[in-house]
């Protein structure tokens, strides 16, 4: 495929501007430090060049976006087709005009959280925490200390599969818990949200309160994922995980965090295979004992290595 990604893009390729590469290894860039390499991968120069790129890519050539990594295990075998991954340079402007504040989707959370601050704009605390980017915040609804993504959001711009630009209302969204209904092969490029003047040192307190907890409660110096599973309506994830006994399991270098049991992290040599493993085993001992099938928070991306595929809940 490789060799017809190279083919398909020859006649643009020096109209490009950012940087294509050809089988880079992915794991540097995801939290977890696990991961096969990426096909191709692309970091446009700016919102023009990925829409010429999409544009003149063939439609049967799989795209797959990726923001920082904080909520991806990406598998082993790595991914098929072009990863995009916007940068800073080009999609991490932050803009505040007449009430209303447009974030590049490169812009991480917290960066965006603190600028907001300074400008003593209310409702941004909770990004401090975050790890992920603005792009990633708005496909996942992130959310923390009781905000959410969708809480400000008025409108989100995007690319489509074809180069096309697309506005996105905030209903359009669709955000429900960690979640986002807009279609799958939208590119976010921007977002805007309501800015709200708030009190200095009210603001400076929420952001400190977010930081102090998540040292509190969080393994945040681990290579980690963040939450694995979603909360099951009426209860919580860690809790279940806790009950079935899987606090600190071990599978290879994977383990469920002693600290915060929805977590897993990578002790240092796990594969992205332990780790799902890891996952499943959790699920399905979770499954036996509370009857309640957790659904993955976390992005499962790519491929399997021959011979090592994972199924559902161990096929209970
Ligand atoms: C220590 C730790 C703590 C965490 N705490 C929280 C928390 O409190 N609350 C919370 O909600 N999450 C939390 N997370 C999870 C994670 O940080 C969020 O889900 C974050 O929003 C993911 O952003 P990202 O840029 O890392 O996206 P990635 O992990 O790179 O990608 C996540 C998903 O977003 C999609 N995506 C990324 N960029 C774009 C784009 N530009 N356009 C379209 N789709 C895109 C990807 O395709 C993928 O499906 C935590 C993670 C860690 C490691």
Redesign the pocket.
Known sequence: MSDRIRAALEPVAAELRGSLTYGQDLAPIA?FRVGGPAEALFQPADEADLARFLSVLPADVPV?????????LIRDGGLDGVVVR?SMRGFGAVTLEDGLVTVG?ATPDKRFSEEMARADIEGFAFYN?????I??????N???NGAETRDRLVSVRAIGRDGQVHTLSAEDMGHTY?HSAAPAD???VSATYRAEPGDHDAIRAAMREVTEHRERA?P?REK????TFKNPEGARAWELIDHAGCRGLVIGDAQVSEKHCNFLINRGAASAHDLELLGETVRARVLETSQVRLSWEI?RLGRWTPGTEITEFLGR
Not at 129 to 133: A, E, Q
Not at 135 to 140: F, N, Q, V
Request: hydrophobic content about 45%.
């Open positions: 939290w797959t976006v990726i923001g920082l990594g904080s909520n991806l916007l989707a925490g975050i790890p992920g980017g792009g990633g915040a708005l496909r996942m992130a959310g923390a960690r939208l590119i976010f969080q945040i980690t994922g963040g939450s992005k």
